[in-house]
């Protein structure tokens, strides 16, 4: 819990169909001090962010039900201001890429580059206010 006057912590919320991949990441952002929450499919990221209401999602593409573009469709919808992160082993360079390419503010390729990840993270964590 914040306390007054204590800086707001960075939500970032992790959806991956592959668990141990969700999770894994969520280990790493929380010893860098962020507040993460996981979903494995697009419904669960929804009711996630409807409480949790994160900065940034980090976002798998090739998943099954609720494609990754379309839940960053919906979850940006749901909450203006929020920076939609693919992180996919697609290539950019594939033609289903093009599908999805303007759902995401930025692209990750898995695996992916945690001194990369840190720095937008910080960067991000820099601009929320309590």
């Known amino acids: 819990m914040q306390g007054p006057g204590s800086p707001a912590r960075l939500r970032v919320l992790i959806v991956d169909d592959l668990a141990d991949c969700a999770d894994s990441l969520a280990m790493v952002l929380q010893l860098w001090g962020y507040d993460v929450r996981t979903a494995t499919e697009?419904?669960?990221?929804?009711?996630?962010?409807h409480d949790f209401r994160p900065h940034v999602a980090l976002l798998d593409?090739?998943?099954?039900?609720?494609?990754?573009?379309?839940?960053?469709?919906?979850?940006?919808?749901?909450?203006?201001?929020?920076?939609?992160?693919?992180?996919?082993?697609?290539?950019?360079?594939?033609?289903?890429?093009?599908?999805?390419?303007?759902?995401?503010?930025?692209?990750?390729?898995?695996?992916?580059?945690?001194?990369?990840?840190?720095?937008?993270?910080?960067?991000?964590a820099g601009g929320i206010r309590g």
């Open 42 to 49: 697009g419904t669960a990221a929804l009711e996630a962010a």
């Open 61 to 124: 593409v090739e998943m099954p039900g609720l494609h990754g573009g379309e839940l960053a469709r919906r979850l940006r919808e749901r909450l203006p201001g929020l920076l939609t992160v693919a992180v996919t082993a697609t290539d950019p360079r594939d033609r289903r890429f093009e599908d999805y390419r303007a759902d995401f503010h930025l692209h990750f390729s898995k695996p992916c580059d945690l001194d990369c990840l840190q720095t937008l993270l910080a960067a991000c």
